[in-house]
């Protein structure tokens, strides 16, 4: 293919770019850095959604207790029950039983492994 | 020949110094300037390739408008090392040719060959000046042979670059812009 244009590259390369009008670059500006910011949504789709389970849940629940009294009451009776067993001797002891063993077990193998063959040399 | 956006440029406007790619970064990490610098830089030869490829001044402003929207949003995908001229230019003239298919002036399959109608001797004679006369030529030729020139003239002589904005082998592209310089000539003779 012959390439012999060289005058016509010429004149093609001196030809001026067509004008754009006025305020096309504004324009342009204005539809993207300018642009006025959409402000994120507080939560994603999946936090509103939990968010309205839980209100609904907890409206449902205040609903309860106010058209039910008798909800307060066993509520009030499981705290008490609750209470009564903290201050029970029967319950210290076993609190106490289950803390000593889980201090021992955590005293006990929080200790380095010591090799039953030899001392480590440092 | 050396580019005329590469070579800067009588066209672009006060060449800033920081090089495309560090003005993407920058636009990325939310300098809004760097952007506004990237489009003082390549406003023109957008338009410039807008006009020729649609022919109409208002529609070429909304093809530049949206070429550089376009960029903006997915400006992420720009890969570094990458011309951003060729980038731009390839959104600028996807969103011609979207216009233009969406008008059904053309198949959106295919860029067809289309006739345009050429500004006869005398209309050519009567420009008098010889850059008018060549930019008449350049109207008058067809669509593909038309853009092909548009983006020599923008790029300089880098097919590939081309080849990239038109999707096109560059065989492709070297024969179109063998033809299209043959028809300019011709054209130009003819005056």
Redesign the interface.
Known sequence: ?N?D?DD??R???????????SG??E???R????APLVAPAPFSTIETIGIGIALALATWIAWLCVADHGIIASVDAGALQFVRALADTETFVWLGIGGLVAAWISIAFAQPFQSPFGRRTP | ?AS?LADPP??VSAPAPESDGDLVTA?LSGV?DA??TL??RY???V??LC??TMRD?EE??DC??EA??KA?RSLRTFKPGAKFSTWIFSIAYHACCDRLAGAKRYSSAEMPDRADPAPGPEALLELGD??RA??AAIEALPEKYRTV?TL???Q?KQYEEIARVLDLPMGTV??HL?RA?DL??KA?VTE
């Not at chain 1, 539809?31 to 300018?34: E, S």
Request: hydrophobic fraction near 50%; proline fraction near 6%.
């Open positions: 293919m390439d244009f016509l590259d004149a093609l390369f001196a030809l001026p770019l067509d004008e754009p009008p096309l670059r324009s342009i500006l539809a993207t850095v300018y | 020949m005329l009588a066209h636009a809004p952007f506004g489009v003082e406003e023109r030869a338009y410039h006009l020729r001044r070429a402003s530049t408008q550089f929207f903006f010889e850059a060549l930019r020139i020599y003239h923008l300089g070297k024969t063998f310089k300019l000539r130009l």
